[in-house]
């Protein structure tokens, strides 16, 4: 890592760059997973079920639908 | 609550289908020709447009944009009104995107074989077609997001999350990676220059692979694998952390494609960090396509669709492993410039997206037309044919670039290159062209099964042009109880500023610093710009699409030094309008081809004779000829526009040089016309191989005339 930071070092303020990018990336992570985790299973439950037609709703030991 | 009867409309979905199908094969036929063009380098003597330097981007641009990008807006307008419960805002912009799209195909088609071409890879296309794909695209957009306005469900799905990435990413890379000057209708130069020009390039490149070829593929895959599994995707959850964290993460990789070349070391560590850390959500996206299939295993051995779902979705884990792997410098070292890259390129797109794209086409193609598959058997050879060809293609390049990277490397006891001869490493990998293009032949095959099984499907059945549905219109009052990602998801607009603006972050903390701080590109003194003749020169190299063999860009290692010269400086590239390092060496790189003493360096009678018949020079060598540029006067009218336009890009040639410009260019091509002669040739002064050798001659010569200046000789 010392070559990275010392390059990284000679360029004026560069050093903030990926810092502030890393700090957005990983605040922005740590909320969406916190979101996530809070979100009910029945939500859960009917999004996922979204793509799938109203019978399939119903039967979910159907057969592939093929 | 009251239901709303509404319809959907096929045709659309019908439209894009049949379009895939076609391009798909014609993309695919033009690659088993350049995979035939390597091994049997004189099959086509004599016809440029069928040279493998205008075939390659014709190739790449018909899978990419033509085969795959027909795939996504297939599965885009037939999954998008289902997901949202509403017919698509305008069948009209759908039409128009269509043909739209269709002729840009068509354009691209002719254009590359013709030599128009910006020479960025995957962004070859002149000026006035790439204004066409972002009004086209806009029109995409455009109706994708009303659609998703006047949606009936209140939760958008995944699916239409990864769309709506696509779009907005796809728009924005395409217009910052295509603004060109034009110096004619077909003609133009990239503003951006050398290093920059390439981290712009790869920037393009890179998401092009992540938001062309990945994400939109992704929400095909939330669809049609739960469709066809009749499960629901196996953690929801997960999809939506998968999503910010991928779009997040793959703008910044883009680098990665530009390791141990001379741009700064800092982009290049941010370039290698994501990348590593691109593999959490990609997995992250195979895993929960896997498991989708939980309870259904025991039917994929007998669907076909299955099976391809499958070995799409775990070639997607293999090549987003190694896409990481090959981004570790010490792993790149290897790789980079060799057939490895294709081999890993290729399990992307002929197994993901080929295999992704084959799977819908047989699930969508009986329901289309209301009936069953005319034969599940021709469907499971299909898919046989594929894995096999698949396989067949990519395992023996992964030797070829093994074998290759590791004899350039080698060296003998005494300390010279063990290979100094680039050729006896070409022939060495030779065979493993061979078996190569017998996995495209057998993957071809299969897809010709695939032609004639869905075309018997189609015409056994009735085209159901419309379908018809009803769902509750939604009731907009719960949308402003929601807080957090929820309130996100209500808003498209919203969720689309915010996909924006986690992609621009990636792209400006890249862009910034590398424009703006002068201390990345190192100015030279002695570099000077290209002379009259030299610039047509290099026009020509990029019309015959030189770049697709030959790199430009020698890297800091001893067995490259030792072979060709110098390694590559940033200060050496800032008159290159566009960059030419190339990302393939199937023959030998020309940063340093003019210097004197640098292995690859040849006089000029060498290079006629060698443009006139490769296999005279070097009996083994697998170029192809080019006796059209022995033969083709060069075309200097436009000499006068390409200095101003070079001018207003910043490169110094004297004010009002454009005028004496065709003066300097026939002295110098006297110059060596009288050279050529003097070895016997018979020449006349205004061909355009005179141009080309100029431009060769001058590459990589520069930063010695600083030396010699110094030395004082």
Request: glycine share 6%.
């Amino acid at each position: 890592m010392k070559i990275v930071t010392k390059t990284l070092e000679g360029i004026a303020d560069i050093q903030i760059f990926p810092i502030i990018g890393l700090i957005i990336f990983f605040s922005f992570f740590v909320l969406l997973i916190i979101h996530v985790i809070r979100i009910s299973s029945q939500d859960i439950e009917t999004f996922s079920h979204l793509p799938l037609d109203e019978n399939d709703h119903q039967n979910e030991s159907s057969e592939p639908n093929l | 609550m009251e239901l709303q009867k509404f319809t959907y409309d096929n045709r659309l979905a019908r439209m894009f289908m049949f379009a895939t199908i076609l391009w798909g094969l014609v993309g695919m036929l033009v690659g088993l020709i350049i995979a035939l063009q390597l091994i049997f380098p004189t099959m086509i003597t004599d016809v440029a447009w069928l040279s493998f330097g205008r075939l390659r981007p014709l190739h790449t641009n018909a899978v990419i944009f033509a085969f795959v990008g027909n795939g996504m807006f297939t599965g885009i307008y037939y999954s998008t009104p289902r997901l949202l419960k509403t017919p698509m805002f305008s069948e009209l912009l759908g039409k128009i995107h269509f043909w739209g799209w269709q002729l840009i195909i068509i354009a691209a088609a002719i254009t590359l074989p013709l030599g128009f071409t910006v020479g960025k890879e995957y962004a070859e296309l002149e000026w006035p077609i790439d204004i066409a794909i972002a009004a086209v695209w806009v029109v995409f957009g455009l109706n994708l997001i009303m659609t998703t306005i006047k949606r009936r469900t209140k939760h958008i799905y995944v699916a239409i999350w990864f769309y709506i990435a696509t779009f907005v990413t796809v728009a924005v890379l395409h217009i910052v990676n295509s603004i060109n000057i034009p110096v004619s209708f077909l003609k133009s130069y990239p503003v951006y220059a050398g290093i920059q020009d390439a981290l712009v390039q790869w920037w393009y490149g890179h998401n092009a692979v992540a938001f062309f070829l990945t994400t939109p593929y992704l929400g095909l895959m939330y669809y049609f694998v739960p469709k066809a599994a009749n499960r629901p995707v196996y953690s929801y959850k997960l999809s939506i952390i998968h999503f910010w964290a991928l779009i997040f993460l793959y703008i910044w990789a883009g680098p990665h494609h530009l390791l141990y070349s001379s741009l700064p070391d800092w982009a290049q560590a941010l370039g290698v960090v994501f990348s590593v850390m691109l593999i959490a959500p990609s997995w992250g996206g195979m895993i929960n396509g896997l498991l989708t299939l939980r309870g259904v295993w025991d039917k994929v051995r007998e669907s076909a669709v299955l099976k391809m779902f499958v070995v799409g979705i775990t070639a997607y884990g293999m090549a987003t492993f190694e896409g990481p792997l090959l981004s570790l410098k010490s792993v790149n070292a290897l790789s980079h410039f060799t057939d490895w890259t294709i081999a890993h390129v290729h399990i992307g797109a002929l197994g993901w997206n080929g295999m992704i794209t084959f799977g819908m086409l047989y699930w969508l193609m009986p329901r289309l037309f209301n009936t069953k598959l005319f034969s599940e058997k021709l469907a499971n050879t299909h898919f046989w044919l594929a894995t096999t060809g698949m396989l067949f293609f990519a395992i023996p390049l992964y030797f070829a670039g093994f074998t290759q990277s590791l004899m350039w490397k080698e060296f003998t006891e005494e300390g010279y290159l063990k290979y100094p001869n680039l050729i006896e490493t070409v022939v060495q990998i030779l065979p493993m062209y061979y078996i190569r293009a017998f996995g495209g032949l057998l993957y071809i095959s299969g897809v010709i099964i695939m032609i004639y099984n869905l075309l018997k499907t189609a015409k056994a059945g009735q085209f159901v042009a419309t379908e018809e549905d009803q769902a509750p219109a939604m009731d907009k009052s719960l949308l402003l109880k929601d807080k957090g990602h929820r309130k996100i998801e209500g808003k498209p607009v919203l969720f689309t500023i915010l996909a924006l603006v986690a992609i621009l972050i990636g792209g400006i903390v890249e862009f910034v610093p590398m424009f703006m701080v002068k201390s990345n590109v190192p100015a030279i003194a002695s570099v000077q710009p290209y002379t009259p003749l030299e610039l047509q020169g290099r026009d020509i190299y990029i019309r015959e699409g030189c770049y697709n063999c030959h790199s430009q860009m020698v890297r800091p290692f001893r067995s490259e030094v030792e072979r060709y010269g110098d390694y590559t400086k940033a200060g050496e590239t800032v008159y290159d309008h566009p960059f030419q390092f190339g990302s393939k060496r199937t023959g030998p790189d020309l940063a340093r081809a003019g210097v004197q003493g640098s292995l690859v360096n040849k006089p000029n009678a060498w290079h006629y004779n060698h443009f006139l018949d490769p296999q005279k020079l070097i009996p083994q060598s697998i170029m192809p000829p080019y006796p059209w540029l022995i033969r083709n006067d060069l075309n200097i009218s436009n000499t006068p526009k390409k200095i101003r336009v070079m001018q207003q890009l910043g490169v110094p040639y004297p004010e009002g040089y454009a005028e004496k410009a065709i003066d300097d260019l026939k002295a110098q091509a006297a110059l060596i016309a009288q050279d050529l002669r003097n070895n016997g040739i018979e020449i006349d002064d205004n061909k355009e191989v005179i141009a080309l050798i100029a431009y060769i001659q001058r590459l990589g010569t520069d930063i010695h005339k600083s030396s010699a200046r110094a030395s004082g000789n």
